[in-house]
């Protein structure tokens, strides 16, 4: 299964100032989700983030995101989520431990993952699962750390994730 890059976000926020949770998001996600509906445990997940797509409410901080003392997207263009382990804690709910790499640092991050549902999109035909995941990451430990602590080192992410089915 890939991603649906037009209904898969990544959200995240931080605390700007100790005043206001400031949000922003991440699209046009790509990569493979390879489903063991039997075994969620063999399951395995692989996504590349372009994070010159980064998006908020602001035009100036969009750009200054992108910009070579956040995100630096001209020398590294993507970050990369590959799955490790995947644990199913319940009925629908599971971590998914993997290697993440950000801004050319790669570390071992958890997310906490939910099944939302899946069945076959009335609009397009074709077989889909959705999923939530939630999780924080210390944006430090990937060499981001523009205004620390007065943005928090934090940052909570909340993932949608739309997975279409190929062939």
């Known amino acids: ?19 206001t949770n400031y949000q922003g998001v991440f699209s046009d996600v790509s990569g ?3 489903l063991n ?17 980064v998006q908020t409410t602001s035009a100036k901080l969009t750009e200054e995101l992108k910009g070579d003392q956040w995100f630096n ?8 989520f590959e799955s ?7 009925k629908a709910d599971a971590i998914v431990t993997g290697n993440l790499t950000l801004h050319g640092v790669t570390k071992p991050e958890t997310l906490k993952v ?5 069945g076959v999109n009335a609009l397009d035909k074709k077989y889909t699962a959705g999923f ?6 210390k944006r430090s430990d990937f060499g981001v ?3 620390v602590p007065y943005v928090s080192d934090a940052v909570q992410l909340r993932i949608a994730g739309a997975f279409e089915k190929q062939g």
């Open 145 to 147: 750390k523009m205004y």
């Open 73 to 80: 997207a001209a020398q590294y263009p993507n970050a990369t």
């Open 114 to 118: 939910h099944f939302i549902g899946a």
């Open 132 to 137: 939530e995941a939630t999780g924080t990451i």
């Open 32 to 34: 493979t989700l390879d």
């Open 84 to 90: 490790i382990s995947v644990r199913r804690t319940g």
């Open 37 to 53: 509906d039997k075994n969620p445990a063999k399951s395995h997940l692989s996504v590349s983030i372009p994070v010159g797509s």
């Open 1 to 19: 299964m890939s991603p649906e890059p037009s209904h898969t976000q990544v959200g995240f926020s931080v605390l700007h100032f100790g005043f």
